[in-house]
Antibody
């Protein structure tokens, strides 16, 4: 079964750091672009970051560039999001998403998400 | 690229036809995707390339449009269709989503 499972969420104070992880199973992880998407409580979806299969290319939402870093370890089928200088407005459920290899930048598999709360 | 979805919510009954629109702030050809999200769940891919149904999605769902104006239609609402629907443009980064349309009974 194709699956993505996130971990690492929690409560952190403003200015703090957190590292999210996402493990992919049931598919060839190294063949796919991967992304992070977040959803604030009661809000809509917001794309956060993207990484190419070999990690050579990354893109970020303007509001997180310079604070967040997306990375991957294909040997461990793992995607990460290092979040520094966290702000209250970063509070959200963070989903990792697999990009379809044939449908352009379309997310065909999603994890269940992990909650990040930034509060003092 | 901003995506404006309308309505933000709609009330309907089982068997009704539901139509959701998504307007892009600039032309995106057919680089438009639709997702369905139920409470407490991750989004699910419904339609890609503006009008192509993802495998396993019921044929009562359909998408149309190109350029800046797009539509998601559910021809006959079923109980399991009550959810929130999002459009997403994949024309370029930053990828963006519409604000969502909540379909409720």
């Amino acid at each position: 079964e194709v699956q993505l499972v996130e971990s690492g969420g929690g409560l952190v104070q403003p200015g703090g750091s957190l590292r999210l992880s996402c493990e992919g199973t049931g598919f060839i992880f190294s063949s796919h672009w991967m992304d992070w998407v977040r959803q604030a409580p009661g809000g809509g979806l917001e794309w956060v970051a993207h990484i190419k299969q070999d990690g050579s290319e990354t893109y970020y939402l303007d509001s997180v560039r310079g604070r967040f870093t997306i990375s991957r370890d294909n040997a461990k089928n793992s995607l990460s999001l290092q979040m520094n200088s966290l702000r209250v407005e970063d509070t959200a459920r963070y989903f990792c998403a697999r990009v379809s290899p044939v449908l352009g930048r379309t997310f065909d598999v999603w994890g269940q998400g992990v909650l990040v709360t930034v509060s003092s | 690229i901003q995506l404006t979805q309308s309505p933000s919510s709609l009330s309907a009954s089982v068997g009704d036809r539901a139509t959701i629109t998504c307007r892009a702030s600039q032309a995106i050809a057919r680089y438009l995707v639709w997702y369905q999200q139920k409470p407490g769940q991750a989004p699910k891919l419904l339609i890609y390339s503006a009008s192509t149904l993802q495998s396993g999605v019921p044929s009562r769902f359909s998408g149309s449009g190109s350029g800046t104006d797009f539509t998601l239609t559910i021809s006959s609402l079923q109980p399991e269709d009550f959810a929130t629907y999002y459009c997403q443009q994949i024309n370029g980064y930053p990828l963006t989503f519409g604000g969502g349309t909540r379909v409720e009974i």
